[in-house]
């Protein structure tokens, strides 16, 4: 999520540094984070993206349930097994060991459903917020925004420069009592418990659900005239 953010500033500097001469440069910066934090369909999106994380959270687990009673069972009637009916029960262990990773991964992994999810769901809600970026940058005249909460590193900023106030005019958001410190939100951690193997007990590793950024807790500077 901040990654996408932060194309924001790049997006805009390519955009007007363009057509702007080097000497007569004006530019301003934004915090994307308060403002994402700030529109409700990003909270919707967070609320959602937090149900399904915890519904197949509880899908892997039950199904680690199921694995955990397998290695029991086989655990308990081992002694009583031939080599081959031992060599059958491992086997069947194992591949539900690996289902299990692969639909965790399938889930919870680089690009997976959740992933996906988070972008379909969000990205409305970014692409919102960088067209009235784009507009404030052209109704101020703006040549280069940066973005104050993305990877460009800003060790100081003034106040004077900071647009955000009127990117939240832009979106409707700028009201008294909407226009106050956004609540801390993010997509809920998935840490997934020990699974057992054959033979022995073994660790599945632990994937996480990927997690929002947090909405800013500090309002931006007075507006500008």
Request: charged share 30%; glycine share 4%.
């Amino acid at each position: 999520m901040k990654k996408l953010l932060s194309t924001l500033a790049t997006s805009l500097v390519l955009l007007f540094a363009a057509n702007s001469s080097a000497s007569a440069q004006k530019f301003g910066y934004v915090d994307s984070e308060f403002l994402m934090g700030k529109m409700p369909a990003y909270a919707q999106a967070q609320t959602e993206l937090n149900t399904l994380s915890t519904n197949w959270q509880k899908e892997i687990e039950a199904q680690k349930k199921d694995l955990d009673k397998l290695y029991r069972t086989y655990q308990a009637e081992e002694v009583l097994l031939t080599e081959p009916m031992k060599k059958k029960r491992q086997d069947e262990i194992l591949k539900k060991e690996q289902d299990i990773k692969t639909y965790q991964n399938k889930i919870f992994g680089y690009e997976g459903q959740l992933f996906k999810k988070r972008q379909e769901l969000t990205k409305p809600v970014q692409d919102q917020v960088f067209e009235a970026i784009e507009k404030v940058a052209k109704k101020k005249q703006l040549a280069i925004v940066f973005d104050k909460s993305g990877d460009l590193t800003m060790l100081y900023t003034n106040p004077v420069h900071d647009y955000t106030e009127f990117v939240m005019e832009e979106l409707g958001l700028a009201t008294e009592d909407r226009n106050q410190t956004a609540q801390k939100g993010s997509v809920k951690t998935v840490a997934t418990p020990k699974t057992p193997a054959a033979g022995d007990e073994a660790d599945v590793d632990n994937e996480k659900g990927a997690t929002a950024p947090a909405s800013r807790t500090t309002r931006p500077a007075g507006r500008k005239n």
